[in-house]
């Protein structure tokens, strides 16, 4: 699941609020397979 230039992650903790938005794509050879842990240290989640 590589990142694709303007998907939005969110935070699941209403009480946080982070918010990131994929600004560059990752190679299409990318194999990654996890979502992006927030500074409070839950998982990010796409938004829809």
């Not at 699941?1 to 903790?13: A, I, K, L, Q």
Request: aromatic share 4%.
């Amino acid at each position: 699941m590589p990142f694709r230039e303007g998907e939005v992650y969110r935070c699941p903790d209403p009480a946080c609020g982070c918010e990131l938005t994929v600004t560059k794509a990752a190679p299409p050879t990318c194999s990654g397979q996890s979502n992006p842990s927030c500074c409070c240290g839950k998982t990010m989640t796409k938004a829809a």
